[in-house]
């Protein structure tokens, strides 16, 4: 069964400095997405891309933030210049569609720690 | 503002105990309705859903009815299994829009 995958599955940074989070979305979709989840909290929208262009995005994807689609496959969010209060969990997803009933399938997750 | 909110956990039953996870939302119109698990090391899998009041979803033994007269969503199930161990996720998608709002997530804990 297609499934969403990212790597790494954990990320250790110094604050200040550049991370770029991966995934791969499930090959026939077209949309993608990234939320994050800070430890006890919910999980958050990020950002929309479809079309090689971002659709939507929350307020806490400020200029700190980027995606970029590089090649057929990858999905990546680059962090500029992380600060602690960056560490959380990143999911990414995919879906078929975008419609409101449309399943998003998500990756296990990026667990980013910012020190 | 809008919002989805869970029972904390974690939640921790035996084998064949009855699981309830609460839920509740605020929305203005007619959300559409979801719950989400995520099993130890893979991501958010949908369970189920409902997109009208009073409508049912079901999977895997898994039920929760869309109140809109208690604007809740409570996850339910009859006796569950060591295997159902993971985080659950209440989730909300108003119309319009395509982006989930979740909950927190509810960790259950199912003991042998």
């Known amino acids: 069964e297609p499934e969403v995958t990212q790597t790494p599955s954990h990320q250790v940074t110094q604050m200040g400095q550049e991370v770029i989070l991966r995934c791969v979305p499930i090959s026939n979709h077209l949309y993608f997405y990234w939320y994050r989840q800070i430890l006890g909290q919910k999980v958050e929208f990020l950002v929309s891309?479809?079309?090689?262009?971002?659709?939507?995005k929350s307020e806490i994807f400020d200029d700190q933030f980027s995606v970029e689609r590089p090649d057929g496959s990858n999905f990546t969010l680059k962090i500029r210049s992380t600060k602690l209060e960056d560490s959380a969990m990143y999911f990414c997803?995919?879906?078929?569609?975008?419609?409101?009933?449309?399943?998003?399938?998500f990756g296990p997750g990026t667990r980013l720690t910012v020190l | 503002g809008d919002s989805v909110t869970q029972m904390e956990g974690p939640v921790t039953l035996s084998e064949e105990a009855f699981l309830t996870i609460n839920c509740t939302y605020t929305?203005?119109?007619?959300?559409?309705l979801f719950w989400y698990v995520q099993y130890p090391g893979e991501g958010l899998q949908l369970l189920l859903k409902?997109?009208?009041?009073?409508d049912k979803g079901s999977n895997k033994g898994f039920e929760a009815t869309y109140r809109k007269e208690t604007t809740s969503f409570h996850l339910e199930k009859g006796s569950v299994q060591v295997s159902d161990s993971a985080v659950y996720f209440c989730a909300r998608i108003t119309g319009g829009s395509y982006i989930p709002t979740f909950g927190r997530g509810t960790s259950l804990i199912v003991h042998p």
């Open positions: 409902a997109t009208k009041a009073d």
């Open positions: 997803a995919s879906s078929e569609e975008t419609s409101g009933n449309n399943e998003q399938f």
């Open positions: 891309f479809y079309n090689n262009e971002i659709s939507e």
């Open positions: 929305a203005t119109g007619y959300p559409s």
